[in-house]
């Protein structure tokens, strides 16, 4: 057995699990640190004919990284900045997987990225960027603790998607190893397909020839199976592929400059509708928005329910009973000026809205944006604590979280039907999310096993009915294991057999992450669905 694996054991307990609360098993694990280990670890692999889980940061919420059954390889000590590039006036940083975003974050703000084997080119770059000023990655999942590689497997999202787009915007190379220990070293712009024909140069002088799914990508914000379009980049194929095509060990990310102002402005409803009239009007009138995020009247309820429990949600604002939507709103921009005027222009939609514009918060400095943020991350949490506490009594149950996105002129409807059904099935549900992607996170709470199964067949009959509206099932979370079944809803069987046969083309044993997207046939690999 190689040096750097270890038999699974008791110390290894919490690698079983993501956030979505799936709790799988694994035989063996390893933490490479290296190229050479991860070659290592996939040969130990192929010859004990051992499925293998990849895993970062374990922040998940689709069991990507929950395995079940043979090895896991955990990429969090695979975390430094190798590099850092200048093109022009563009720089570009050359990443590990394991790298956890708020640290890439920090070492962003402060440009010191604690690699004393740069390159002169990278200690050139690195002078460079330091005399150009403030820089970002714009991709803000709502959990700062996920690793780069995860993101990049689920093509994960969040607020200031509205504005800047998935992850996937801003990577620009790959360097990818397969189950069979090739690799694939591919950047943006350097291999297009032919239609739906794709031939991969590999490292090694071979070319993988690759015939992608015929199927049709929804016009929406979408992270829902193998991105796939005729003549695409080929590098956008693995972004969002949820670990099953190759096992990531470089990530470059393009940078962006900071903006000189970030408000931020929660405003109050007084019911859903009025909110959302305001939500139709802000996008097609506010200037410089970023952001523009829901929460509705339950899951304001619940932040209520802890601060009045005090502990780390005491510290919660007060909102009154009469606050009951909420809509926020980031503005940036360089112009002090322009977002004054912005800012007004979010007080007159109010008005007319049948909103009160004296009902707002509103955040002008870091001080200020860091509560906000701190009230919008206390609710998914609020809802995690509320499901742990009932799963003591009903240990079967689980927060079903929706994350399912419908075009434009679907938003209203889809928000009825939401209501609607909830109600005549008698379940509680606290929503929040992306409404300004038309992507709304409604988590419904079962109180009961009952509750649990009847909110399972609503959640398929949604999936079924934005599938309809040309929607997607996953919008930022990803597929895993837990979304396969919707995966089949949203482009069928045939489609599942395309992506099948796209998956063996790169990995012809299924080691890799069996189980995510779609069950395995053939080969080492298991599956499991927590909605089996």
């Known amino acids: 057995m190689p040096a750097k694996i270890q038999l699974f054991n008791e110390m290894h307990q919490e690698l079983l699990r993501d956030e979505s609360r799936n709790i799988g098993y694994a035989e063996s ?65 050359t990443c590990q997987p394991g790298l956890i975003l708020s640290e890439l974050r920090k070492a962003i703000e402060l440009k010191h990225f604690n690699n004393p084997n740069f390159s002169e080119a990278s200690r050139k770059a690195l002078a460079a960027i330091s005399k150009k000023g403030s820089y970002v990655f714009p991709p803000d999942p709502t959990e700062a603790s996920a690793s780069l590689g995860g993101m990049v497997a689920c093509n994960a999202s969040g607020a200031r998607t509205y504005f800047f787009g998935a992850t996937r915007e801003h990577i620009t190379r790959l360097r990818l190893i397969l189950s069979d220990g090739r690799i694939l070293d591919i950047k943006r712009g350097q ?82 509708k009025s909110a959302i009239d305001f939500v139709l009007a802000a996008r097609q009138r506010i200037k410089n928005l970023t952001s523009l995020e829901s929460f509705d009247y339950w899951a304001l309820e619940l932040l209520r329910q802890q601060r009045e429990k005090g502990g780390i949600f005491s510290s919660l604002p007060f909102l009154p009973e009469d606050y009951a939507y909420c809509i926020y709103l980031e503005l940036q921009g360089d112009e002090e000026a322009k977002l004054l005027t912005a800012l007004n222009q979010i007080k007159s939609l109010m008005d007319e809205s049948g909103g009160d514009s004296s009902k707002t918060w509103v955040a002008l400095n870091d001080t200020e944006l860091t509560r906000l943020l701190f009230f919008r991350h206390a609710v998914p949490e609020s809802v995690n604590m509320l499901i742990d506490q009932r799963k003591r009594k009903y240990p079967d149950i689980a ?16 928000i009825e039907i939401y209501r609607r059904d909830l109600k005549e099935a008698n379940l509680q549900a606290a929503s929040w999310g992306h409404i300004g992607d038309n992507h709304i996170h409604v988590n419904i709470l079962p109180r009961n096993s009952e509750d649990y199964q009847r909110g399972k067949e609503l959640y398929l009959r949604w999936a079924k009915k934005v599938t309809e509206m040309q929607g997607t099932v996953s919008a930022e979370h990803g597929v895993g294991k837990s979304k396969a079944n919707m995966l089949e809803i949203m482009y069928g069987s045939e489609h599942i057999e395309e992506m099948r046969r796209l998956k063996l083309s790169f990995d012809p044993w299924n080691l890799l992450s069996p189980g995510n997207l779609f069950a395995a046939k053939g080969g080492v690999g298991h599956a499991h669905s927590s909605d089996d």
């Not at 050479?36 to 990849?54: F, Q, W």
């Not at 990429?75 to 200048?86: C, G, H, Y």
Request: hydrophobic share 45%.
């Open 399 to 414: 927060k079903l979280g929706t994350d399912m996105a419908v075009p434009d002129d679907r938003l209203v409807e889809i």
């Open 191 to 272: 291999v297009k397909a032919n239609g739906l024909k794709l031939e991969l140069p590999l490292t090694n002088g071979a070319v993988l020839k690759i015939d992608l799914p015929k199927y049709k990508m929804p016009a929406t914000k979408n992270a829902a199976g193998y991105y796939v379009a005729a003549d695409m980049d080929a590098l956008d194929l693995f972004i969002g592929s949820d670990g099953t095509l190759g096992l990531i060990v470089e990530i470059d990310i393009k940078l962006q400059r900071a903006p000189e102002f970030t408000w931020g402005i929660s405003t109050f409803w007084p019911d859903e």
């Open 29 to 93: 694990v390893s933490f490479p640190e290296t190229e050479e280990d991860i070659l290592e670890i996939l040969k130990y692999c192929r010859d004990k004919k051992l499925s293998l889980t990849v895993q970062g940061a374990l922040t998940g919420l689709a069991a990507g990284a929950v395995p079940y059954g043979g090895h896991v390889v955990n990429l969090k000590r695979m975390n430094k900045v190798l590099a850092i590039d200048q093109i022009g006036e563009e720089f570009t940083l």
